[in-house]
C-alpha cells in the first residue's frame, strides 16, 4: 500500500497586514480519506483553502507537495488543473444557464465546432447518476433548484475535472437532514473512488461521523493532526478553545416565575396545527423537531411574520396581535434564522444594524431625526456587552466572522431591552468559541428574568440550555417533555413519530 502523503503541507505561513492569519504550519493529508479542518473563527483555515485552491500565495519560506510535487499554483484555474476544486459555502455556479452548462463550463463537448448539445446532455445524466442524482434534469436552470441540488452540481463540476483532492468548506450550512444524509452518502462515494476530501464544519458531530483524520488550527497554528478514533468530541473543542473544558454548557439557573406568553390553538396555513403552550419569566424553553416539522413557523407566526388563521396569544394576560412593530413594543423580539437574509442588512454598519430595531424611539428626537449620541451609545453598550470583535462601530457588518455577525444581530435584539427572546437556531454555522459565549448569554438573560423561546434543531443544547420542550412533528406539539426528565434519544423518537408521547 502506498502511504505517500497527497499533501505534505511544511512551515506555511502568511501575514496579512496586521494579522499572521498562518503560523508556520505543517501537517500533511492521506489519500483517499476525509480529512477534517476545523478552528475558531480567525484559526486560518480560509486562509489555509485559499492558499490549496490556489487564490492565495503563501509567504516565502514554506513549501507544499501534492503527489509528490511542488505545489504553487498561481491562480485556482491552475490548482484546478492539477487536480484540486473546492466548494465554498457560498454557491458558486452560474443560476441563468442550465445544470448541462454549468457541470461540464469549460469541457463542453463539440462537433464539428458546434456544441453538442446532446453529448452534453448524456455526459451529464452519467455523472449525475454516479452521485444518485438523476431526478435532476440536466436541462433544468439552476436558480431553480434547491440548495443541496446545487450543491451536487459543485460536486458533479469536480468530477468532470477529475479532481484528486476536493475542498468542502462548511458544505451542510444551509442543507436539511435529507439534503445533508444525501452529501454524506455522496462524499463517501467520493472517498471510495480514490478522491481525497478536506472537509472544514464547525459542527463536529459530522467530523465526528464522517472523517477519518482531523486537523485542529488555533490563531494561525497547528494543534494537531489525529485519526478520528483518537479524539472525542471534548478533546477537540479543548484543542480548539486552548482550555480545559470544565462544563459544555453553562450551569442552568432556575428562577422561573410568572406566565408571561400564551398561545391556544393557533393555526397558520399547513405550518401550524392546533399549537397551544404558555413561556414564564426565567424560562428556556425549547422547540424541537425534524426540518419542516414547523418550529421556525412558530416563532415567526409570534413575531408577526407569518400570518395567523385562527388561535389566540395572550402578553401578561392580555390578548396580543402579532406584527413585527407591535412585538418590538410589547418587549417581544425574534432572531431571524438566516441571518445573513433576514437579520442583517450586510452593507451596512454594526451601528446601523444595531440600532435599527430601536430607532423609532430609543435612537430618534422628537422631530423624528437620529440622535447620533443616543445610537453610539446603544451600539457601544451592546459591542461591549457582547464582545463583538470590531475596529470600529461603523465597520461594515459582511466584513465580520459569522459568528460575530451573530453578535451583531444579537446586539440589535438586545437593544429593545426585550421581555421575551425567540431564537431561531442561534448558533448555526458558527465556530464553538462563539457558541459559548451564545449558550452564557442565554443562561444570563434567564438568570435575569426574561423569557426565551429557544427554536433549535440541536438536541445538544435543548439538553443544555432549556427547563422545558416542546417536540413539533408536522404542525403540530408532539409532546411537552421537562428536560431533566428526559434524553436526546426519547426527543429523536418523538420527533420521528416512532412513539407517542405518554397521554397523547
Do not use: W
Not at 200 to 215: G, K, P, Q
Not at 371 to 386: D, H, M, S
Amino acid at each position: 500500500m502506498n502511504n505517500t502523503p497527497l499533501i505534505q503541507i511544511k512551515n506555511i505561513s502568511k501575514k496579512y497586514p496586521g494579522v499572521e492569519a498562518l503560523k508556520t504550519v505543517s501537517f500533511e493529508i492521506q489519500p483517499r480519506m476525509v480529512h477534517a479542518l476545523i478552528g475558531e473563527n480567525g484559526a486560518g483555515k480560509s486562509t489555509l483553502i485559499k492558499i490549496l485552491s490556489g487564490a492565495v500565495s503563501p509567504d516565502v519560506g514554506g513549501d507544499i507537495y501534492f503527489n509528490g510535487e511542488a505545489f504553487t499554483p498561481r491562480s485556482p484555474k491552475e490548482a484546478i488543473d492539477m487536480g484540486i476544486s473546492t466548494i465554498y459555502q457560498i454557491i458558486n455556479l452560474l443560476p441563468d444557464r442550465t445544470v448541462m452548462h454549468n457541470v461540464l463550463l469549460g469541457q463542453e463537448p463539440m462537433h464539428n465546432g458546434i456544441l453538442d448539445n446532446t453529448a452534453m446532455h448524456e455526459k451529464t445524466l452519467q455523472i449525475l447518476d454516479t452521485l444518485n442524482a438523476s431526478y435532476i434534469k440536466p436541462e433544468m436552470l439552476v436558480s431553480n433548484l434547491k440548495v443541496g441540488e446545487k450543491q451536487v452540481i459543485e460536486i458533479a463540476k469536480a468530477l468532470v475535472n477529475k479532481s484528486k483532492l476536493l475542498i468542502m468548506d462548511e458544505a451542510t450550512a444551509a442543507l436539511n437532514q435529507t439534503e445533508r444524509e444525501a452529501l454524506f452518502n455522496n462524499i463517501i462515494k467520493l472517498r471510495e473512488s480514490g478522491v481525497t476530501i478536506i472537509y472544514v464544519s464547525h459542527r463536529l458531530d459530522e467530523i465526528l461521523e464522517l472523517a477519518d483524520n482531523v486537523t485542529v488550527l488555533r490563531d494561525g497554528q497547528h494543534i494537531l493532526t489525529s485519526q478520528i478514533d483518537e479524539v472525542t468530541r471534548d478533546s477537540l473543542i479543548e484543542s480548539m478553545i486552548g482550555r480545559k473544558l470544565k462544563y459544555f454548557f453553562p450551569k442552568r439557573v432556575d428562577k422561573r416565575g410568572d406566565e408571561i406568553l400564551r398561545v391556544e390553538n393557533l393555526y397558520a396555513g399547513k405550518e401550524l396545527q392546533g399549537i397551544s403552550f404558555s413561556l414564564h419569566f426565567g424560562e428556556v424553553l425549547a422547540v424541537t423537531g425534524l426540518s419542516g416539522c414547523g418550529k421556525a413557523d412558530l416563532g415567526k407566526a409570534l413575531y408577526g411574520t407569518l400570518p395567523v388563521d385562527q388561535g389566540c396569544i395572550t402578553v401578561s394576560q392580555v390578548q396580543f396581535k402579532a406584527s413585527p412593530s407591535r412585538s418590538i413594543k410589547k418587549k417581544i423580539i425574534m432572531l431571524p434564522e438566516d441571518r445573513k437574509a433576514d437579520s442583517l442588512l450586510q452593507k451596512l454598519s454594526i451601528r446601523r444594524n444595531v440600532s435599527l430595531s430601536v430607532l423609532r424611539s430609543e435612537a430618534s428626537n422628537k422631530l423624528g431625526l437620529i440622535n447620533q449620541a443616543n445610537e453610539r451609545k446603544i451600539v457601544t453598550n451592546q459591542i461591549n456587552a457582547l464582545d463583538i470583535k470590531t475596529t470600529s462601530m461603523e465597520q461594515v457588518v459582511t466584513h465580520l466572522s459569522g459568528g460575530n455577525q451573530q453578535k451583531v444581530a444579537l446586539g440589535r435584539c438586545l437593544a429593545v431591552e426585550p421581555d421575551v427572546f425567540i431564537l431561531l437556531e442561534p448558533t448555526q454555522g458558527i465556530d464553538i468559541g462563539v457558541k459559548f459565549e451564545i449558550y452564557q448569554f442565554i443562561t444570563n438573560q434567564a438568570a435575569l428574568g426574561k423569557a426565551i423561546l429557544l427554536i433549535t434543531s440541536e438536541l445538544a443544547e435543548v439538553m443544555g440550555l432549556s427547563h422545558r420542550v416542546l417536540v413539533m412533528r408536522a404542525g403540530c406539539i408532539a409532546a411537552e417533555l421537562n428536560t431533566e426528565e428526559t434524553d436526546q434519544t426519547e426527543i429523536l423518537r418523538l420527533a420521528l413519530g416512532e412513539i407517542e408521547a405518554l397521554g397523547a
